[in-house]
């Protein structure tokens, strides 16, 4: 009799601990880290230009929308920068608003 009933007690507790597992929020790996994006487009941008010193804003939202805000030297440091940007995983779209000096 006692064996039934701890037999009873540990399904019950398997079923309990279940459905506990059930109302948690399900984590995906889908989830974006946007600090992360824009340490990963900082690094970029000082790999390609390591002595060069910028005033580059970088916004990033949830959803992989980067933002580029500042100044630059010239164009092509402009749209390199934005490539940079672009090649991010994650990244699902960049704003260019930097300007030229």
């Given at each position: ?72 030297e010239d164009n092509l440091r402009r749209q390199k920068i934005g490539?940079?940007a672009a090649d991010v995983h994650d990244v699902t779209r960049v ?7």
């Amino acid at each position: 009799m006692a064996q039934r009933l701890t037999v009873a007690l540990s399904l019950l507790l398997i079923v309990a601990a279940a459905s506990a597992c059930r109302s948690l929020p399900e984590v995906t790996g889908d989830t974006l880290d946007p600090a992360a994006i824009e340490a990963a487009i900082r690094g970029g941008i000082a790999a390609q230009y390591p002595d060069a010193t910028f005033d580059i804003g970088i916004s990033v939202t949830q959803d992989g929308v980067v933002t580029l805000t500042g100044t630059v030297e010239d164009n092509l440091r402009r749209q390199k920068i934005g490539e940079i940007a672009a090649d991010v995983h994650d990244v699902t779209r960049v704003i260019n608003n930097l300007q030229v000096e």
